[in-house]
């Protein structure tokens, strides 16, 4: 049902698709025989030979026989490596108290990653921009080579026209070109990437988690707030311009809450972080995040209260997942942050709330835990930053 | 995002390719100059020449030169048209009452259309089933040309595999695989496309109707039920197993009504026709579609009472609106069935309700009347005829 019409095409164009589709598969499912290749794209072998000879000149790909014993028939197969040593995204997540990096190889293997303070001043965006900028230049490899893309999590609505945020509630910051402003500041030759931290989480759960090979997902995760990420024909359903995917304001419960976006009982009031604490009965705590921790482990140990409040937990859970079953049919459901843990400690009391509450027994119904934890939005980052890279590879 | 490999390109594949790229063109924008196809498909003239000749000699397209009087420099230009009288599809709109059918012209001209009563009995689709065969029968081009396409729109949950109808509430069917029965009984080489009736009006929406040119849009259309169809990136959003876009059960009211489907609280039972019924004050009626049309033509009239239940129905249908445009961030949303009255009677009255109701003022909001009333569901078993074809052309 696609309306767009097909460009008319020279060869230059189809040598250029069939290198980023030897590129994708590599970055996708990793080292790959020669004959496999032709296989897969249905090219001669002396065009992939020729294909794999300019991506290896490129520094994108490494050629080698197997390591595998010879099986004694024909010769040993050529093995097809992405280069992930030498071809690499930088990839960061901020938070308000964090800013996580890493650098991740063509090909996804997390090649180092590490955790520091985020140098956060409320109203001051630019002291965090100088903070990343440095750690960029300090994270582009040793001996010089830059990245092949950059890509930055945020918790905010992302334009998607230019990357712009346009808020980021928890951090305070509006209007900002993140992107923008740290390639101008590192001077490094790609366009930064900037998306919001659930989207990008989506995509990760995809790519390298508990969604592999689903074209069409929905991915919740609850914490403070409440973030998604929808794959729908296997694409990130980002809407016309850039904020689709805001399920944590869904109104759950017209007669709630006040939510902190002005709404009246959104998702978010009814399932975050803080309707979870509320439920437990704990008095409004100094320190949410001491608290939910308590909370957190208290369940693990089997403490009774604590497990009572994620079952009653499950109701209004259940009352936002039927919609998005009921609008999205996806194949899968993968549940994040406090969600994980729920799922765990209330068993198949989740499914049986969701059968008691929806009426289209047809649509399917398939509920996993995430599997990337908190990694999933700085893993997603350097997904969309190789996606943008094979996007604009010529 | 797409995370498929492309499969290496010989000319005949291109060829096939361009041969497509042509034939939508012509079917969404109707006669274009052998000039404007060149520069919107990058093909030179010789190239454009000998495909659009291929197609004519299939009785696809028509050349001729311009109607327009010659401005005098240069050749008149050679227009290329969709053989509309030649190349066309028969679809077909079934409901409890009635059975539209009519001839669409590749290129999307309405040549003919009918209504007729369905000789429907209940747990009886067989009867059904002979009734559309004689329809098509007859329906096929008085020549003897087979139409190039088939579409049924039919008000049922439609499995997306096999176009097996899964549930048809109000028709009262179940397991029917309509659209493989009508091709054995019909004779007709063509398979029959079946589809939900509300995801075709939203295809006709976008593009015949108040949605062109819209890739993210959601459609509305409420009546005895509530149904939707939602495109994301130029698709309609079917999922994972054909059921995506089942809006009408979204729950809006956790505490209301329960409804046909079994669950409490749908938007179906709180924005559908017996919610606006209810709404009125009118005592349980005999006839649901009688009692209805005096409402709808009191309303028109001015009439207080009338208008004021279109009014009480403002908040309820905003509240799931919140949702989709959250979740979705359309371009547009269309308002069809009841809903197209509603937004007329009540004026800025729900963009109001909207507009306090959501907390996310960064996500565009455009309401639009649904255009194509209800021929959107048959015109969208054309569009849909028309796309397989397409896909299928070699």
Redesign the interface.
Same mark, same amino acid.
């Given at each position: 049902?696609?309306?767009?019409?097909?460009?008319?095409?020279d060869p230059a164009s189809?040598r250029r698709?069939?290198l980023?589709?030897l590129l994708?598969?590599l970055h996708?499912h990793g080292p790959t025989s020669r004959a496999e290749l032709c296989e897969?794209?249905?090219?001669?072998r002396s065009?992939i030979a020729g294909l794999v000879g300019e991506l290896a000149d490129r520094g994108l790909a490494l050629e080698g026989p197997t390591s595998q014993p010879p099986t004694g028939r024909g010769r040993p197969p050529i093995i097809v490596s992405p280069h992930e040593d030498q071809a690499y995204v930088l990839a960061v997540a901020v938070e308000v108290d964090t800013i996580r990096i890493s650098r991740v190889g063509f090909g996804g293997t997390v090649l180092a990653e590490t955790r520091t303070a985020h140098d956060y001043a409320p109203g001051d965006p630019q002291r965090s921009v100088q903070q990343l900028t440095e750690l960029l230049r300090e994270w582009t490899h040793p001996s010089g080579t830059p990245p092949i893309g950059l890509g930055v999590a945020v918790p905010a609505?992302v334009r998607a026209a230019d990357g712009r945020i346009?808020?980021a509630p928890n951090l305070g910051w509006q209007h900002l070109s993140l992107g923008d402003e740290l390639r101008r500041a590192t001077g490094l030759p790609e366009p930064v990437v900037v998306g919001n931290e659930a989207r990008l989480a989506a995509?990760a759960e995809q790519?390298r988690g508990a969604g592999r090979e689903?074209?069409?997902l929905v991915y919740v995760s609850a914490d403070v707030g409440v973030g998604g990420g929808? $794959?729908? !024909?296997?694409?990130?359903?980002?809407?016309?311009?850039?904020?689709?995917?805001?399920?944590g304001?869904?109104?759950?419960?017209?007669g709630g809450r006040e939510?902190?976006?002005?709404?009246?009982g959104?998702w978010e009031t009814e399932i975050g972080a803080d309707a979870l604490l509320r439920i437990s009965g704990a008095p409004a705590p100094q320190d949410r995040h001491a608290a939910l921790d308590d909370l957190l482990a208290r369940a693990e140990r089997g403490d009774e209260d604590a497990l009572t409040a994620f079952r009653e937990l499950v109701r209004p859970v259940a009352?936002g997942l039927?919609?998005l079953v009921?609008?999205?049919?996806?194949?899968r459901i993968i549940l994040g942050g406090l969600l994980e843990p729920m799922l765990r400690h209330t068993g198949t009391q989740l499914e049986s709330a969701l059968a008691g $509450?929806? !009426?289209?027994p047809?649509?399917?119904l398939d509920l996993r835990p995430a599997q990337l934890g908190d990694h999933a939005p700085l893993l997603g980052a350097a997904e969309a930053a190789v996606?943008h890279f094979l996007a604009r590879f010529e």
């Open positions: 049902m696609n309306t767009a019409t097909t460009r008319g095409r189809l698709d069939n980023r589709a994708r598969h996708l897969i794209t249905g090219l001669t065009a609505l346009m808020r995509l790519r689903c074209g069409d929808i $794959l729908t !024909g296997d694409q990130v359903l980002t809407g016309h311009t850039g904020y689709g995917g805001e399920i304001h869904m109104i759950t419960n017209p939510c902190h976006c002005g709404a009246r959104c009352l039927v919609n009921n609008v999205f049919n996806p194949e $509450l929806r !009426g289209l047809e649509v399917p996606n």
